[in-house]
């Protein structure tokens, strides 16, 4: 019986994780929990998160927690989404702050210049369903299908320097990474909680993933 | 491969309960908040939006208990409106599962709760839901009403938009008071003007009465996502069938 603990530092709403994370019948311990003692002793982390970057950073400043996950994300199974997997960067242009430069390259702002298919211009924030190309293989994809639909929800976009860290890939007005991943840790730019079947198995894939990914 | 535009249905919740005649076959309890929004779900619904109409304020937590359990069991995101005063009732929706939470008449009360909310929570979460109404004696052409569309404000419904959209708004759900009921299609004017005029999201409502009204609020209204209510409810046509006609008319939808 693994403890899965979804880190709480004060930005978005947790629930939904939670709730899909115990959905799934898993027989893991699921925690919401801001407290460095439970990342510290977590068999697997997942760091969600929404609001705007600089917010983020000062409460994870503030509650003490970018030791606890740094050190979380470089040793055990861990999922961020969203602002989870932007903070991982070392920039981003929103707030122009650092984050925690776990991965290299920087989240960069939508700017839409072109009309859509319909003629409509892009809106920003990118919001609703969209196709993820997977790139390359990973555990937490298995059982979903190549340029299945997933929720997004943001106005940022992560760059990696690393190409070979991109395993998702997704068009709006530009073609941007919606999934990176290296070693133990992995993140999507989207909503898995939100996604429906495809969502719920990719979190279900997370669980029983051991945490080992060589690209 | 592109976002898709969305549909939505909205459904009215009275005490706790589904209202408004949902008619679907084989439902156990046509009332029943779950069973509605799953079975919406199964059809393909990309989002859910929860209109609480509950008058008495003594029942108003009734509306928690609502979304704590659909969010229990349907996956896709929610949002909820009505009643909504205070940056402290967006936060009791959100605790309770709700995803984005939709202001309308107390945006106009209070013009900084949009912001206060917005800054707290994200603008993903807030929806500001504008009521317009055509009436000559303004800039664009349309009013803003309140109150369920009761009440004039004076304001400009386009210069609204964008004031909202300033202060922190994620998306405009956007109603036509003069089309909401007719089943003629939604006000594409309307919704083409505000398309044109913000960046953010428009999810166009009011008068959808056949499947093509789908198809022309995003071709001609420029909408980045449909609300119906009734047209879902009794039965007429399934989500499903609604995004069947839109792919065919080369719109890209989640199928």
């Known amino acids: ?28 311990v699921i925690k919401i929990s801001g407290d460095p003692a439970d990342i510290a002793i977590a068999d697997k982390i997942v760091f969600p998160g929404q609001g705007a970057m600089p917010d983020c950073m000062k409460e994870l400043e503030s509650r003490r927690l970018i030791d606890p996950i740094r050190l979380a994300a ?32 920087q989240a960069r702002k939508f700017s839409p210049e072109n009309l859509d298919a319909t003629g409509v211009k892009f809106k920003v924030p990118h919001m609703g369903w969209n196709k993820v190309d997977i790139c390359r293989a990973h555990p937490i994809f298995e059982g979903i299908d190549n340029q299945e639909y997933f929720y997004f929800v943001h106005s940022y976009f992560v760059e990696p320097v690393v190409s070979e860290t991109v ?46 990914w060589t690209c | 491969m592109a976002l898709t535009k969305r549909i939505i249905p909205c459904l009215d919740v009275n005490n706790g309960r589904v209202v408004k005649g949902v008619n679907f076959v084989s439902l156990r309890d046509a009332g029943d908040p779950v069973e509605v929004a799953q079975r919406y779900d199964e059809q393909g619904a990309d989002e859910l939006c929860f209109l609480d109409i509950t008058a008495s304020s003594d029942e108003r937590g009734l509306i928690l208990k609502v979304i704590e359990d659909v969010a229990e069991q349907v996956f896709i995101p929610l949002t ?61 052409g349309w009013e803003v009403f309140t109150h369920g569309g009761r009440n004039e404000t004076g304001l400009d419904a386009i210069e609204w938009g964008l004031r909202m959209q300033e202060a922190g708004a994620g998306e405009i759900l956007l109603t036509s008071m003069d089309q909401d009921g007719t089943k003629q299609g939604f006000d594409i004017a309307l919704t083409r003007a505000m398309s044109d005029a ?26 980045d996502a449909l609300l119906a209510a009734s047209v879902f409810h009794y039965g007429e046509m399934s989500v499903r069938e609604v995004k069947e006609v839109m792919a065919q008319a080369g719109i890209e939808v989640r199928l």
């Open chain 1, 1 to 28: 019986m693994a403890l899965v603990v979804v880190v709480d530092y004060g930005m978005g709403n947790l629930r939904s994780v939670e709730k899909a994370l115990a959905h799934l019948g898993t027989s893991d």
């Open chain 1, 74 to 105: 470089a040793t055990k199974p861990f999922l961020g989404i969203c602002i989870g997997l932007q903070l991982l960067f070392e920039r981003s242009e929103e707030g122009d702050v650092p984050g925690l430069g776990l991965m290299l390259g």
């Open chain 1, 167 to 212: 395993i998702g890939e997704t068009t709006y007005c530009n073609s941007f990474t919606s999934a990176v991943a290296f070693g133990n840790l992995v993140a999507v730019q989207f909503h898995p909680e939100k996604s429906q079947h495809a969502g719920l198995k990719l979190l279900s894939n997370f669980l029983n993933w051991d945490g080992q």
């Open chain 2, 80 to 140: 909820v409106g009505g009643g909504v005063r205070a940056t402290a009732d967006v936060q009791r929706l959100l605790k309770a599962g709700a995803d984005k939470v939709s202001i309308n008449t107390s945006a106009v009360l209070n013009p900084g709760l949009v912001k206060e909310a917005s800054s707290f929570f994200g603008s993903q979460c807030i929806v500001v839901a504008i009521d317009a109404k055509a009436r000559p004696g303004v800039n664009s």
């Open chain 2, 198 to 223: 913000l960046s953010i999201p428009i999810i166009a409502s009011g008068g959808v009465g056949v499947a093509e009204h789908f198809v022309e609020g995003v071709l001609k209204g420029g909408a």
